[in-house]
């Protein structure tokens, strides 16, 4: 079955360390994205990338990083410079292009930074 | 700037209807999308509009009017596993998805 898979479901961390959380699809997508979501708030933007060895920032990059060495692979580092690191993190993908295309999740990873 | 408006929660009976707005103010318009979200869970699709007009799915109908910025998403014969919540997102004029805040939908037997 094709989809996009995130791991883990649930980290925690200790203030001050770096983690990276772990995005794979196997849908063919050109493009990756990676999301926040905070209680109250829409998801907001991070990252994304519509081809292998290329990302943009989003709306909220500071304090993330992102490589694509990969089509099938989109992973995300939370810095120790990221103020507010605690959040529900989404990966998403979809055929990209400029014309519709929906995206599909994975099923996301709580982050808890203590 | 740009803006998505939605109800942050809403309540329903099982069985009902329940009509879910969205207002936006967006630079650019290449569509916009309906997503469901069951708590702790990710989104998964449910309707997509670009034109004017209702997209009729199964219990679910969404419409658009682009003029008055303006969609709503409605549900029929309610179930208990419809207590979600319902995500409204434009696609901007750089095929990017802007998303609101959503809609938390209560349904009560």
């Known amino acids: 079955d094709g989809g996009i898979t995130q791991s883990p479901k649930y980290l925690f961390r200790k203030e001050g360390q770096n983690v990276t959380l772990s995005c794979e699809q196997n849908?063919?997508?050109?493009?990756m994205y990676w999301y926040r979501q905070d209680p109250g708030q829409g998801l907001r933007l991070i990252y994304y990338?519509?081809?292998?060895?290329?990302?943009q920032k989003g709306d909220i990059a500071e304090g993330y990083s992102v490589s694509r060495e990969k089509k099938e692979s989109f992973p995300l580092t939370v810095t120790s410079a990221q103020k507010n690191p605690t959040a529900f993190y989404l990966c998403?993908?979809?055929?990209?292009?400029?014309?519709?295309?929906?995206?599909?999740f994975g099923p996301g990873t709580r982050l808890t930074v203590l | 700037g740009q803006n998505i408006d939605q109800p942050t929660e809403m309540t329903a009976t099982e069985g009902a209807i329940v009509q879910i707005n969205c207002t936006y103010q967006?630079?650019?318009?290449?569509?916009l999308f309906w997503y469901q979200q069951h708590a702790g869970e990710a989104p998964t699709f449910l309707s997509y509009?670009?034109l004017d007009g209702l997209e009729e799915k199964g219990r679910f109908s969404s419409f658009l009017s682009r003029s008055k910025g303006y969609s709503y998403l409605l549900l029929k014969e309610l179930q208990m596993k419809d207590s979600a919540s319902y995500l409204c997102?434009?696609?901007?004029?750089?095929?990017?998805?802007?998303w609101g805040a959503g809609t938390k939908l209560i349904i009560k037997p």
């Open positions: 998403a993908s979809s055929a990209g292009g400029l014309d519709y295309n929906e995206q599909f």
């Open positions: 849908l063919n997508h050109d493009a």
């Open positions: 967006t630079s650019g318009f290449n569509g």
């Open positions: 990338s519509q081809i292998v060895n290329d990302f």
């Open positions: 509009n670009v």
């Open positions: 997102a434009i696609m901007d004029s750089n095929y990017q998805l802007i």
